[in-house]
Antibody, heavy 119, light 110 residues
Framework: EVQLLESGGGLVQPGGSLRLSCAAS????????MSWVRQAPGKGLEWVSI????????YYSDSVKGRFTISRDYSKNTVFLHMNSLRPGDTALYYC????????????WGQGALVTVSS | QSVLTQPPSVSAAPGQNVTISCSGS????????VSWYQQLPRTAPKFLIY???KRPSGIPDRFSGSKSGTSATLGITGLQTGDEADYYC???????????FGGGTKLTVL
């Protein structure tokens, strides 16, 4: 059974940093791309970043480029989202998502980690 | 403003059929496969349709997908109250090099 368990969310001041983790199990982690998708309160889904299998390439949305970094620890089957220079507009529930056969199609999602950026 | 355009809401009575549209461009839907997701209240999104019209294991055949040109459509037949949810389309955008989602459509089963 595929499981994705996010952690690391919380309350942070504007300009602060936070690291989200997503522990994956139930599939061959090294084979699939992994993404972060966020959802602001009462809003729709917004894709944030993707890490391709092998870890050689990653892409980011314009809204987080230069501030967020995605990384993977293959020994721990974990994907991370390092978030710097956080803004109130980054407040959202952050989902970890596993790619299906196509990297931009997501077949499993975690339960989400809430990030609140406020002073 | 989402790259993919969906109607904000649709509604129908139990037992009826409904369609949800997703409009894009040649840089996204026109040249990539479309997926659909169902998000029940206060839950994570669920994989509903992939590669335009394929259903993952466990998704009933009441749900269907299609694509024509730069638009895609999700169809739901025999509506049930449990189908009340937000529905999102998604794909890759070749020009922006990002994953794009529609703004979401809230389905109300009256």
């Amino acid at each position: 059974e595929v499981q994705l368990l996010e952690s690391g969310g919380g309350l942070v001041q504007p300009g602060g940093s936070l690291r989200l983790s997503c522990a994956a199990s139930g599939f061959t982690f090294s084979t699939y791309a992994m993404s972060w998708v966020r959802q602001a309160p009462g809003k729709g889904l917004e894709w944030v970043s993707i890490s391709y299998s092998g870890g050689s390439s990653a892409y980011y949305s314009d809204s987080v480029k230069g501030r967020f970094t995605i990384s993977r620890d293959y020994s721990k089957n974990t994907v991370f989202l390092h978030m710097n220079s956080l803004r109130p507009g980054d407040t959202a529930l952050y989902y970890c998502a596993k790619s299906h056969r196509r990297s931009y199609s997501f077949d499993f999602w975690g339960q989400g980690a809430l990030v609140t950026v406020s002073s | 403003q989402s790259v993919l355009t969906q109607p904000p809401s649709v509604s129908a009575a139990p037992g009826q059929n409904v369609t949800i549209s997703c409009s894009g461009s040649s840089s996204n839907i026109g040249n990539n496969f479309v997926s659909w997701y169902q998000q029940l209240p206060r839950t994570a999104p669920k994989f509903l349709i992939y590669d335009n019209n394929k259903r993952p294991s466990g998704i009933p055949d009441r749900f269907s997908g299609s694509k024509s040109g730069t638009s895609a459509t999700l169809g739901i037949t025999g509506l049930q109250t449990g189908d009340e949810a937000d529905y999102y389309c998604g794909t890759w955008d070749n020009s922006l090099t990002v994953v794009v989602f529609g703004g979401g459509t809230k389905l109300t089963v009256l």
